[in-house]
């Protein structure tokens, strides 16, 4: 009933607005809604382009609407999926919603990843990595994520030492 009473831009921008200022839970909450919009609501995606927080939230909108937008890097997509978990651990899904990983089967790759996270600048990489490796079902992906936290969590001790 909100999105219908609302243009397509002007919906955009109102929950650009919370996404932006938000947590990962109500960024994954409002994400879920920006992908009800269609191509009407770019102008607000591109302001979101200079937003911190939502920059690669935007650039993925508008690659998947094949719109101009910025490339995103390896570790962007890094920090995406650390957001995307983040807003499971925010919004009290987790461990259930480890099954919603996104497509990419336990393995190598998600091996690699959650090697990534460790060096990732999001504030809840630490918490996302314990996590994994708390609960996540395939015992080499568990491993490298409880490994990952450590070397994070030291990093991070070096930092504020």
């Known amino acids: 009933m909100w999105l219908e009473s609302r243009s397509a831009e002007t919906a955009a921008r109102d929950l650009l607005k919370i996404a932006s200022s938000g947590t990962a839970g109500q960024r994954g909450t409002v994400g879920t809604i920006l992908e009800e919009l269609g191509p009407e609501a770019e102008i607000p995606f591109r302001e979101a382009l200079g937003e911190p927080v939502m920059w690669r939230y935007a650039a993925s ?3 998947i609407r094949d719109l101009p937008a910025p490339a995103l890097t390896p570790a962007d997509n890094t920090w995406l ?3 995307t ?6 919004l009290g ?3 259930e919603g480890m099954g919603e990983f996104g497509a990419i089967e336990p393995g190598e790759d998600l091996v690699r990843m959650v090697e990534e996270m460790a060096v990732v600048e999001h504030p809840d990489r630490i918490a996302v990595l314990e996590m ?3 609960h996540h079902a395939d015992a080499a992906v568990a491993k490298a994520a409880r490994k ?3 070397k994070a969590r030291s990093r991070q001790a ?3 030492g």
């Open 81 to 83: 999926a650390v957001d």
């Open 93 to 95: 899904k987790a461990p």
């Open 148 to 150: 990952a936290a450590m």
């Open 158 to 160: 070096r930092r504020l």
């Open 132 to 134: 994994l490796g708390a």
């Open 61 to 63: 909108w508008l690659h």
């Open 85 to 90: 978990l983040a807003s499971l651990i925010h």
